[in-house]
């Protein structure tokens, strides 16, 4: 009822000369990409509500220097070193690890940052689920941490939300890097990934 008309565009959405710059076997490999979405097989969208849109700290980022102090809670606060880029997961939601850059290492200790948004509808304890290896991931709601059992792969895990409206959801992965992969999705009907930053 609130749309005035409907047309359809005489031109593709992607932006004219996109294709110019790729190899002939880059643009074979984006048509055979661009034919298998929505069929069966892994790059099918699926109706999961994964977090999509991230944003992650650059390698060698600035930070306040308190990590030895704060650990990974130290990327919580607001601080006006942290340039924030934009970062987004697979079709099937997962981001795999050893794309997200180190945005900070110290001797031994690597950090990878991302977060990401969720629209909250009603306020109270709602489900989410984490996959990744929860040795190595620390998750924040509005800067407080959520407690993630050891020794798993997946996890479901229920937030407190104290107030309804868009919260935030950060991932700090430890350690070295790997080949993993982590996603994190809605499983509440209150709670919406905010896939647009």
């Known amino acids: 009822a609130d749309i005035a008309s409907k047309t359809i565009s005489p031109v593709s959405l992607m932006p004219v000369g996109l294709t110019a710059q790729l190899r002939e076997d880059e643009f074979v490999d984006l048509v055979r990409f661009m034919s298998e979405l929505g069929k069966e097989g892994k790059y099918k969208t699926t109706t ?27 990327f919580t606060q607001e601080f006006s070193g942290y340039k924030w880029k934009p970062f987004y997961a697979m079709v099937g939601g997962a981001i795999p690890v050893e794309e997200v850059p180190v945005a900070l290492k110290r001797i031994a200790d690597e950090y990878q940052v991302l977060r990401t948004y969720v629209e909250v509808t ?25 407690e993630i059992p050891s020794d ?17 959801l950060m991932l700090v992965l430890l350690g070295a890097r790997s080949s993993g992969q982590v996603s994190l999705e809605a499983l509440s009907e209150e709670l919406t990934m905010v896939n647009s930053l």
């Open 48 to 74: 999961n509500r994964f977090a999509r849109s991230w944003e992650v700290l650059p390698a060698g980022s600035r930070n306040p220097g308190t990590v030895h102090h704060y650990g990974a809670k130290m």
């Open 122 to 146: 009603k306020a109270g304890k709602h489900k989410i689920r984490l996959k990744g290896d929860s040795n190595h991931i620390e998750l924040f709601l509005d800067g407080e941490p959520i």
């Open 152 to 168: 798993r792969k997946d996890s479901e895990l229920e937030i407190d939300c104290k107030k309804t409206g868009k919260r935030q």
